[in-house]
């Protein structure tokens, strides 16, 4: 259990690392809504990571009084991007590449 307390650190150590990276990226003003939107497409990883481990605590505790002779329980952990980001990330990308079209002109 500790070694899965450790990796759900390290997770979410990672997305907020990423976040702040991602932000941090000089890119030309062109270009500053695609990276906007792509350093805030884990933000929701965040919040699904930290749930997680409170969910996962209730699990542990629930299988701690789990008869011998009984499955034990299973978990996993999803982490999604929600289609609004997704789009949002898409129409980005075509009015980034509208633009480097015109400027070739």
Known sequence: MIYAAHTY???YASIVNW???AHSVAVDESQQEVRDILAKMS???????WNYV????SIIETE???PKDTPAAKWNLTLQIGDDVINRFK??????KAYVLKMQQ
């Open 9 to 11: 650190a390290r997770t």
């Open 19 to 21: 976040i702040i990276e």
């Open 43 to 49: 933000a929701s990883s965040i919040n699904t990571v």
């Open 54 to 57: 409170f969910e996962l605590q």
């Open 64 to 66: 701690k009084n789990r």
């Open 91 to 96: 129409a980005a990308i075509d009015r980034y």
